[in-house]
C-alpha cells in the first residue's frame, strides 16, 4: 500500500508558475507509473502527465511544452513543474501511484486567474 500526499497548490496568476510535489510513503523505485491527473467542476478527471519507472514520460497535449513531470526516487516524491499557466488549467490536481494496485492522493487544488 502507498500513501500519496500532494503539495504545492495555490492561486496564480495567468502566465505564472507552481511546481506540485506528490510524496510517497513508501520506495517509489518499484512503481510502474507515477501520474498527475486534474478535475475541474462539471468535467472528468483527466491525465496531465505520468512517468514511468524507466523515465518515459506522457503529456496531455494541451500541457506539452509547459509542464514537466519528474521523480526523484530517492526522495520518494514525483514533481509537476507548471509553466505559463492559462485559466483552463484551474483544476484539483491529484497524484496517482499506478502498480499491482492503483493509488491516488487527496489532491490539491490550482487556481489560475485571468
Known amino acids: 500500500q502507498v500513501q500519496l500526499v500532494e503539495s504545492g497548490g495555490g492561486l496564480v496568476q495567468a502566465g505564472g508558475s507552481l511546481r506540485l510535489s506528490c510524496a510517497a510513503s513508501?520506495?517509489?523505485?518499484?512503481?510502474?507509473?507515477m501520474g498527475w491527473y486534474r478535475q475541474a467542476p462539471g468535467k472528468q478527471r483527466e491525465l496531465v502527465a505520468a512517468i514511468t519507472s524507466g523515465g518515459t514520460t506522457t503529456y496531455a497535449d494541451s500541457v506539452k511544452g509547459r509542464f514537466t513531470i519528474s521523480r526523484d526516487n530517492a526522495k520518494n516524491t514525483v514533481y509537476l513543474q507548471m509553466d505559463s499557466l492559462k485559466p483552463e488549467d484551474t483544476a484539483v490536481y491529484y497524484c496517482?501511484?499506478?502498480?499491482?494496485?492503483?493509488?491516488w492522493g487527496q489532491g490539491t487544488q490550482v487556481t489560475v486567474s485571468s
Open positions: 496517482k501511484a499506478e502498480n499491482v494496485y492503483n493509488y
Open positions: 513508501r520506495n517509489i523505485f518499484s512503481i510502474n507509473t
